[in-house]
């Protein structure tokens, strides 16, 4: 389960630990109880995870519309979301593709 630290807490622990996941929520500082840098290295390990997925679902609910599909039938539902995951996919392969030096 990776999530940040407002999912950090000791029944959300339990929970994760009783389904069987593994805990990749990210630890959260307090007052006057910082965070150490190993767990801020954890943090930024966990980040890099994170933020590669979180793109994909930001990009499809900022720029294709969102998750809200009006559409009736679970064969329509499936080939909507995985035409906006298709048009992602093409446009992150241009996007790559540019930074791709000439020769």
Avoid: C
Avoid at 21 to 42: C, D, F, I, M, S
Avoid at 71 to 94: D, E, H, P
């Amino acid at each position: 389960m990776w999530a940040d630290s407002a999912y950090k807490s000791f029944e959300n622990d339990v929970l994760l630990d009783v389904a069987g996941y593994r805990n990749n929520v990210h630890k959260k500082g307090h007052r006057n109880k910082p965070l150490t840098e190993a767990q801020k290295a954890a943090n930024h390990k966990k980040s890099k995870v994170r933020v590669r997925v979180e793109h994909v679902f930001g990009s499809m609910e900022n720029e294709q519309g969102g998750m809200f599909i009006r559409s009736i039938g679970l064969v329509r539902a499936k080939t909507k979301i995985g035409l906006m995951n298709l048009a992602y996919n093409m446009r992150r392969f241009v996007t790559l593709n540019r930074m791709i030096p000439s020769v």
